[in-house]
Nanobody, 124 residues
């Protein structure tokens, strides 16, 4: 399954960005889609995910209330709207799929296909 993440950039603290992840129609229908991020020198961490079918959504505590994941099936795209950005949100953001798992305990091992990543930099 191929994914293409985009929308990263440089923004000041308090600002907003919207990331996009283009996925296949097959993936949207059958697999969960997840967003992860990796800051310099740190492990890749889970940010949010949305299930196939009913679109149940989960967020990491660090982004709850600031980030919103959504899915546009007509465009085969999953979005991550990021508001009230903080310098600690600076990371390369990845979308991932090929997973039947989406809950608060997901890890990178639950996802089999990854996009190339998009850099998000939040200045203070």
């Amino acid at each position: 399954v191929q994914l293409q993440a985009s929308g990263g950039g440089l923004v000041q603290a308090g600002g907003s960005l919207r990331l996009s992840c283009a996925v296949s129609e097959f993936a949207l229908e059958y697999f969960a889609i997840g967003w992860f991020r990796q800051a310099p020198g740190k492990d890749r961490e889970w940010v949010s995910c949305i299930t196939a079918g009913d679109g149940t959504i989960y967020y990491a505590e660090s982004v709850e209330g600031r980030f919103t994941i959504s899915r546009d099936n007509a465009k085969n795209t999953v979005y991550l709207q990021m508001n009230s950005l903080k310098p600690e949100d600076t990371a390369v953001y990845y979308c991932a799929t090929d997973s039947l798992t989406c809950n608060y305990d997901v890890t990178i091992n639950d996802f089999g296909s990854w996009g190339q990543g998009t850099q998000v930099t939040v200045s203070s």
